[in-house]
């Protein structure tokens, strides 16, 4: 690509990026800082490459790459104390006296198809934002980052128990809000 | 016999880490009997092919 291409390029990749940074890091100070390296980063090698779906894979994976870095940078900065009682209540109210479904989950019928949306993300992307901040820390970790659950523990210094609580909390939160805020009427 | 909040604990563990095979026998005969469980079950696979995408599309 000839430099105006990509400076060109770079302005147009940048949302995506930032987007991406925060959705993960939830600071927007920090979303650039790392956005702005990988952008450096990505300016060094971009000589090499001929297309522009070549050169954002790449420069994503700098981004990928950077967050992680970020992330654990962060390992001392322990998960701010989210009592875990406070967490089973939230899981709770999915449920009845008896933890059977308060409300049965609904069908959603063929959710695959909802992937080739591009309404479908910017769904995904609000649900995800709707999670409370640690769950939602650990399953970016789990899911984005596809780290271990051992791997986080160690990062986060949680145990291994506190791990899943957020993870399923996470999961459970999602599941209920992509029900409400896309799959409703889509079965 | 499990509730379905222990059945979802274990679904959701079982995106994480290998569950032992008694684990996995009592969430079976859940499963068999609760159509709400095999929805999430479901559902939570999605959701985690669904993520991988988001971060793949990228």
């Not at chain 1, 001929?50 to 654990?72: C, M, P």
């Not at chain 1, 962060?74 to 998960?79: C, D, F, L, T, Y």
């Not at chain 1, 989210?82 to 999915?94: F, G, Q, V």
């Not at chain 2, 274990?10 to 068999?32: C, P, Y």
Request: charged content about 30%.
């Amino acid at each position: 690509m000839t430099s105006i291409d990509l400076g060109a390029f770079l302005d147009e990749l940048r949302p995506a990026l930032l987007r991406f940074a925060r959705l993960q890091l939830r600071s927007d100070a920090v979303a650039e800082d790392v956005v702005q390296e990988a952008l450096l980063g990505a300016l060094e090698g971009a000589a090499r490459f001929k297309g522009k779906a070549e050169f954002s894979t790449w420069v994503f994976a700098i981004l990928k790459n950077k967050i992680i870095d970020e992330i654990r940078r962060r390992k001392r900065e322990p998960v701010a104390p989210e009592p875990e009682r406070a967490l089973e209540d939230a899981i709770d109210d999915l449920f009845d006296a008896r933890d059977h479904w308060a409300e049965i989950p609904a069908a959603w019928g063929d959710p695959h198809a909802s992937l080739e949306q591009t309404r479908f993300w910017a769904v995904f992307e609000a649900c995800v934002n709707g999670l409370a901040a640690n769950p939602a820390r650990v399953f970016m970790m789990r899911e984005f980052l596809g780290l271990e659950t051992d791997e986080i523990c160690k990062e986060l210094a949680i145990s291994s128990s506190n791990c899943w609580v957020l993870l399923h909390r996470a999961r459970l939160g999602l599941r209920e809000c992509l029900s409400q805020r896309w799959f409703a009427g889509a079965a | 016999m499990l509730n379905c909040k222990q059945a979802t604990q274990m679904m959701s563990q079982g995106l994480d880490r290998r569950l032992g095979w008694r684990e996995r026998f009592t969430l079976r005969l859940h499963l068999v009997i609760c159509e709400g469980c095999r929805r999430t079950r479901e559902q939570l696979e999605f959701l985690r092919a669904a993520t991988r995408r988001y971060r793949d599309i990228f």
